[in-house]
């Protein structure tokens, strides 16, 4: 049996200050925890927010999250279940 899938996340100073850069990883750390399931078991990922991420809003910040993951997942092959 496989782990479950797991993120890390990267935030760095350019983001803004100690305050801003928690707040950042609160926002992605709430947003990847809804999206986990959707990677396969096992999977490693990392999320690094880039020195916009301190001004966007939470709706930002999951647009641009979705738009990452739809990138990283295969597309689902002919709507088989």
Known sequence: MLPP???GFVVSKAVGPAV???LV????RHLVR???RLLPPGSLIVVRALPGAGVAEYTELARDLDA??????PAK???AT
């Not at 990883?25 to 992605?28: E, G, I, M, P």
């Not at 990452?68 to 997942?73: E, G, N, P, V």
């Open 20 to 22: 801003v850069r928690n």
């Open 68 to 73: 990452a993951l739809q990138r990283l997942l």
């Open 77 to 79: 092959a002919g709507g």
């Open 34 to 36: 809804e999206r986990l």
């Open 25 to 28: 990883k609160r926002r992605l």
């Open 5 to 7: 899938a797991r993120a």
